[in-house]
């Protein structure tokens, strides 16, 4: 018997295949923020918070400039967040070394303890989740989630295995 390709299979593309995968994106956020939500709120904190705190844990020396353009807020919203973190001694600023005006932020040894377990939470149940679904499923995942994305913010990412673009 000859096995016959007839292209990729569209019924993925069907709308109740549609709305399963936003239902499925809304639970597995829900379920990835919950227990990460309940330690930020012994602290005042919210999401928010949790977005600037794993952000600027991810880069060092990360400009509030930069950090608007990879959170999209405005700078009044980050204003407030900022303060509250800086103010309770989860971050630190400090000027630019070639333009002053600038404010570069890093955790304070507080910060990257609350980054360290906000972050162990979330990365367990990422590895649990790779672990039962399979390399060739993990890669499948991937490429969904980067077509999800704006394009502008894909080449943040690297392929697996290689350099950032």
Not at 91 to 116: C, M, N, S
Not at 151 to 156: H, I, K, S, V
Request: without cysteine; positive net charge; charged residues 30%.
């Amino acid at each position: 018997m000859t096995d016959i390709k007839t292209g990729i299979n569209p019924l993925f593309l069907r709308e109740e295949e549609l709305r399963q995968g936003i239902e499925l994106l809304f639970f597995g956020y829900r379920d990835f923020t919950a227990e990460p939500d309940t330690m930020l709120a012994d602290y005042g904190f919210g999401r928010a918070h949790h977005r600037v705190i794993y952000f600027v844990g991810r880069h060092p020396g990360i400009t509030v400039s930069d950090l608007l353009t990879i959170l999209r807020i405005t700078k009044q919203s980050l204003s407030r967040v900022l303060g509250q973190l800086v103010q309770e001694n989860f971050i630190t600023q400090r000027p630019g070394a070639r333009d002053r005006r600038q404010r570069l932020l890093e955790l304070t040894e507080k910060g990257i303890e609350l980054e360290r377990q906000l972050t162990e939470r979330q990365r367990g149940r990422i590895a649990r989740a790779y672990r039962e679904a399979g390399a060739e499923a993990v890669e499948g995942f991937r490429k969904v989630l980067l077509g999800l994305i704006d394009e502008g913010d894909r080449g943040r990412f690297a392929p697996p295995g290689g350099m950032r673009r």
